[in-house]
């Protein structure tokens, strides 16, 4: 079907909305059935909650009848492309009820389908768009779980060149998950909203539509940045995300769902639960757990990537109890969390605060988890609020140390980092040198092109004045004594680990000083073992590195996804005593840098609580870019800007040092093409020789000119108004008796006031770029030192 523009001046059409969803949601027992709740929640909650200011400018709940598609949408095929739309009613709308727009393209021929949604965008005006997403299973195999499906949404000129003026992408799952891109039209041409499904025979659902027009409190005179940050954070009540239990109807209370599994008829011995209105508050309790199951009450909201969230509860139980509460992910295979606490509940009321910065945009809900069947818990009030914080406040004072300039290089043999290149590190991950390679074959062997690999990192960093970090493991099959092959398991032979870590730090002795226990021990790709058994294994290698005195162990590296859980548990059993660094692994998005702030932060919440004050290395991070791993943010809709080549590592990294990470090792030289176009630091051409911009961007950033051997002063954020996401990033640096300021915006073209107090007069861009300085001037997504 031909493009056609259809301009409508307001909104189109409605009513409907709701604030559910999540795996596994069933009435399990209850007394009242989970659609009914979702019903009656759905007739009274917005589309889109808006912030103060804000417009609502366009609406679609897809509830009226239509054939195809809903009114404003239209499909844009070209190169053959064949694609399908209509209406899904019933229990494929979002909430399982209403109706929502179900597209499909069946052949890209040589070009592609897009579904659009037609808008007047206005010139110079800021827009958010949102909407929830998801698609059916490809496999109609249950019990095979399926990649997310990679779709691209922007804010898009018609015309030629197509500019985009907003884009974001998401791997659509099987549950329905918020999409959400946000920017400024500066065209004149027609625009719309577009989503690009990437696959073929894919079907897709889109529901509950909304665009909102944002106040824009910039002037003519530019944003005006003060001389120094400020301390006091702000917490905002957020709209419809508050519970009093006063009086309410039915089993669960306007916004309360409950997630139980395993149910159904054809459950021998299913979960059960009961959920009812008792003296002013929401009575949850489980009755019984089936098999691997169990039941949890929750309040799902639109949680929003890069924000402080914190959450109030008032609870007490019928007797005495356990209770975990939890802001958990909810994407399909995600189900993880984000912040937990775990408080003892007895009949007396307790209030219970939990904090967490969300870090991507998957779909998350606040859950409460019962310990005890049979002990009913009372929840009496909630209420959610945001944190308004400044997210790049400084967490150390110390001058930026050599550790945190490192790199993964996979082809080191083949291009000797030839080029005038600035790492201190080499991490020793996908190079061909775990345990499972020196032994592959036995305790007694020690294979040579394994050594011999080491040895020319080893060689290669001493000759330069660089370091090594080793990862131990993984497990040879042979160490496992029988059990299931797969280099993920840990070893039951103990003793071959100790012969293997002591016989390294022999030969390594005074060559290597850094040693990582295990990759990713939280994801099971890595490490099928239990946390106890990690810690015995800490322990074998923390005596065996004792050789050196200088020898420094790190925990394992963990992800954002289940690491904070598992670090817990590491923790608890104590650890953390056998470790010098913390070693987690923060992924960022290129065009959101400074989000990489949200993980970090409850990693240092967690520690904090748990009285740790241990140094934390980010041993592998990196730009990442995989729609097909919603857990890492999803991908850009289109290759990056050259500015923004110039612009994400080193935000990214500035923004880890604010944070306090005392070591990055940078995922990787040579790139991954599954991941970010901007991931890759070198070329192929003369063996890796030349830099890409982002390899130009790096070195830079971590020579003398820019971050290495500085001490961060102050750090800061400043926003035209609370609620806007562009925002201009500040840093204060020393280095000697050297001052300077860090810019950037995460918008192009941005004028900003600087204040006269700073007393500098030339800017010096990263790319390259100098002027002279007055008290405007315009600034981007690319870093400008001020001096």
């Known amino acids: 079907m031909n493009k056609r523009f259809l301009w409508a001046t307001g909104a189109v059409a409605l009513t409907l909305a709701g604030c559910g969803g999540g795996a596994g949601d069933t009435s399990g027992g209850g007394t009242a059935t989970a659609s009914a709740v979702m019903a009656a929640a759905a007739s009274t909650v917005p589309l889109e909650y808006l912030q103060p200011g804000e417009v609502k400018v366009a609406e679609s709940d897809f509830n009226e009848p239509f054939t195809g598609y809903a009114p404003g949408w239209w499909i844009n095929a070209w190169g053959g492309a064949q694609a399908e739309a209509s209406q899904a009613t019933g229990g494929a709308a979002y909430l399982g009820v209403g109706g929502a727009q179900k597209f499909r393209i069946t052949s890209k021929g040589t070009g592609d389908a897009h579904l659009y949604y037609e808008f007047p965008f206005k010139n110079g005006k800021l827009y958010r768009a949102v909407f929830w997403l998801r698609k059916d299973r490809v496999n109609p195999d249950l019990n095979v779980e399926e990649h997310p499906s990679p779709v691209d949404v922007l804010i898009r000129q018609g015309p030629a060149p197509h500019t985009a003026y907003a884009k974001g992408a998401v791997g659509a799952t099987t549950e329905w998950q918020r999409v959400e891109v946000e920017g400024r039209y500066l065209g004149t041409d ?237 991490r020793m991950w996908d190079t061909a040198t775990t345990w499972a390679h020196f032994q592959p074959n036995g305790e007694g062997e020690w294979h040579a092109d394994a050594k011999r690999r080491l040895d020319f990192y080893v060689t290669h960093a001493q000759d330069r004045g660089r370091q ?231 070195e830079r950033f971590a020579s003398r000119e820019w971050l290495r051997d500085a001490k961060l002063v102050d750090a800061y954020e400043v926003r035209d108004r609370p609620e806007d996401r562009h925002t201009v990033y500040v840093f204060h640096l020393e280095r000697g008796t050297e001052r300077f300021k860090i810019l950037w915006s995460t918008d192009e073209n941005r004028l900003v006031r600087l204040p006269s107090t700073w007393g500098v007069s030339k800017a010096t861009w990263l790319d390259g770029r100098t002027s002279a300085v007055t008290t405007q001037m315009r600034i981007g997504v690319v870093p400008v030192k001020l001096q």
Not at 223 to 233: M, V
Not at 296 to 316: H, I
Not at 391 to 397: G, H, S, W
Not at 483 to 494: H, K, M
């Open 190 to 426: 027609p625009a719309a909203l577009r989503v690009q499904v990437r696959d073929a025979g894919v079907n897709i659902y889109i529901d509950n539509l909304t665009i909102v027009e944002m106040p824009d409190a910039r002037t003519a005179e530019g944003t005006l940045i003060p001389a120094s940050g400020s301390t006091a954070d702000t917490v905002v009540d957020l709209p419809q995300a508050f519970s009093t239990f006063d009086n309410f109807t039915g089993a669960l209370a306007p916004g309360w769902r409950v997630n139980a599994w395993p149910t159904g008829a054809e459950v021998t011995n299913p979960t059960k639960y009961t959920a009812r209105h008792e003296s002013g508050a929401q009575l949850f309790q489980v009755d019984q757990r089936g098999a691997d199951g169990d039941a949890q009450l929750y309040f799902k909201y639109p949680f929003r990537s890069g924000r402080t969230y914190r959450a109030t509860l008032r609870l007490r139980s019928g007797g005495d109890q356990k209770v975990t509460v939890m802001i958990r992910r909810d994407g399909l295979g995600n189900y993880t969390s984000v912040a937990s606490t775990t408080v003892d509940l007895s009949s007396t009321a307790k209030t219970v605060t939990l904090q967490a910065a969300m870090t991507d945009y998957d779909p998350a809900s606040l859950r409460i988890l019962v310990e005890k069947t049979g002990v009913p818990v009372y929840l009496e009030d909630m209420k959610l609020q945001e944190v308004r914080k400044n997210d790049v406040r400084p967490a150390t004072t110390k001058t930026v140390p050599p550790t945190f300039f490192g790199v993964h290089t996979t082809k080191l043999q083949d291009n000797s980092l030839r080029m005038a290149t600035q790492p201190t590190l080499y």
């Open 468 to 698: 090594v970090v080793m990862v131990l493991g993984q497990t040879p099959a042979w160490a496992q004594q029988g059990g299931p092959v797969g280099l993920a398991y840990p070893p039951t032979n103990f003793e071959a680990w100790r012969a293997y870590v002591k016989r390294l730090a022999q030969e390594y002795n005074g060559k290597i000083l850094y040693w990582e226990l295990w990759n990713e021990a939280d994801y099971n790709k890595f490490y099928k073992g239990d946390v106890a058994t990690m810690v015995k294994l800490a322990k074998i290698a923390k005596d065996e590195l004792a050789i050196n005195p200088n020898n420094k162990l790190i925990s394992p590296g963990l992800t954002i996804n289940q690491g904070y859980p598992w670090l817990e548990k590491f923790i608890e059993l104590e650890g953390d005593r056998l470790v010098d660094y913390i070693g987690f692994h923060f992924y960022f998005n290129a065009l959101r840098p400074e989000e990489v702030a949200a993980p970090i932060a409850n990693l240092r919440d967690l520690l904090k609580a748990k009285g740790i004050t241990k140094p934390i290395w980010n041993t592998e991070g990196g730009p990442r870019c995989q729609p097909r791993d919603t857990a890492t943010g999803g991908c850009v809709a289109d290759n990056p800007t050259v500015n923004e080549h110039w612009a994400g590592v080193s935000r990214a990294m500035l923004t880890m040092w604010s944070q306090g990470l005392e070591n990055y090792n940078y995922y990787h030289w040579e790139g991954i093409d599954a991941y970010s176009p901007t991931s890759s630091l070198s070329r192929p051409e003369d063996g890796y020789s030349k830099l890409t911009i982002a390899g130009q961007a790096y």
